[in-house]
């Protein structure tokens, strides 16, 4: 989960956003001028909190001002993980390895309306996104209209005492991006930093999670991709789609997206590069799509 190498913080800072958060504060406020903000939302969000508009079908997302918040890979990976969700057989489930404010995983469940399994191991993000789910009137396990039934796993997806009753059929990953002790000791270096899970033991807990034949889709550091790609495959997941990330055209990849298919046979397709921002610095119409709730 990166907040930025030297072209993701340019990105960043070119488009002027907020630290938190996947929308503007425009977004949230064109919803409340829509008078549709509600006493139960008042109740559901807590200090020091917001609530973003994901701009699809009105779900909103609750997150911390100050924590570690969904940004833009995060969307970036979830429309790539769609694209190998989008022939899913009714019943197959997903797994999403460290959730963190249940973004990506609410996003799944309501485009493809499969169950989702969030496993995250921060019980203050747990607890975020429970209310999350209250607030777009999801509750106890309960599937919406078209939206898969979403459970909340507050447990480490490392720890090999962590059974399900069947292995899943599909899997998405937005791990950290930094080698411990890069960086100094950020605030959020759970989240940014491999202080715990590393890319090889991140591949060996998805291989344990996943069917012969599951897919497993990841955003990665452009620069460690080939570490990505040993990891994988000597996980048994071989990688079989691949789309490079720019934040403008002419500068260096910083994103690899990944899907890797466990049990398959050596063969990539290479995508085209998926460009962020065009020479005004503005979002190119790919990016735009997305962020409109395509």
């Not at 590069?273 to 997305?290: A, C, F, H, N, S």
Request: hydrophobic share 40%; net charge positive; glycine share 12%.
């Amino acid at each position: 989960m990166m907040m930025g190498s030297g072209t993701k913080r340019e990105h960043e800072q070119s488009q002027k956003s907020p630290v938190c958060g996947l929308f503007s504060d425009a977004a949230n406020a064109k919803s409340a001028a829509r008078g549709e903000a509600a006493p139960k939302e008042a109740e559901l969000i807590g200090e020091g909190e917001r609530a973003d508009d994901l701009q699809y079908r009105g779900l909103r997302l609750i997150q911390s001002r100050c924590g570690f918040c969904f940004g833009t890979d995060s969307v970036l990976l979830t429309h790539f993980a769609l694209d190998a969700l989008k022939t899913a057989k009714k019943g197959e489930r997903v797994i999403e390895l460290g959730a963190g404010s249940g973004a990506v995983s609410l996003l799944i469940a309501a485009k493809t309306g499969l169950d989702v399994a969030a496993v995250e191991i921060d019980a203050a993000q747990c607890e975020r996104f429970g209310r999350t789910l209250l607030l777009n009137g999801l509750s106890g396990g309960e599937k919406g209209e078209g939206i898969g039934r979403i459970e909340i796993i507050c447990a480490d997806y490392l720890d090999t005492a962590l059974k399900f009753e069947r292995r899943f059929d599909h899997a998405v990953c937005n791990p950290p991006y930094f080698k411990a002790g890069s960086g100094g000791r950020p605030k959020n270096a759970g989240a940014t930093h491999e202080t715990s899970a590393d890319i090889g033991s991140i591949a060996r807990a998805a291989r344990e999670m996943l069917k012969f034949g599951g897919s497993f889709s990841l955003c990665f550091p452009a620069e460690r991709l080939a570490e990505a790609f040993t990891a994988l495959s000597v996980n048994a997941l071989e990688p079989k789609k691949l789309r490079l990330v720019r934040a403008r055209a002419g500068k260096r990849p910083y994103l690899a997206l990944i899907r890797a298919k466990r049990g398959a046979k050596p063969g990539l397709e290479i995508m085209d590069e998926l460009i962020l921002l065009d020479e005004g610095g503005q979002y190119t119409p790919e990016v735009k799509r997305l962020y409109d709730g395509e």
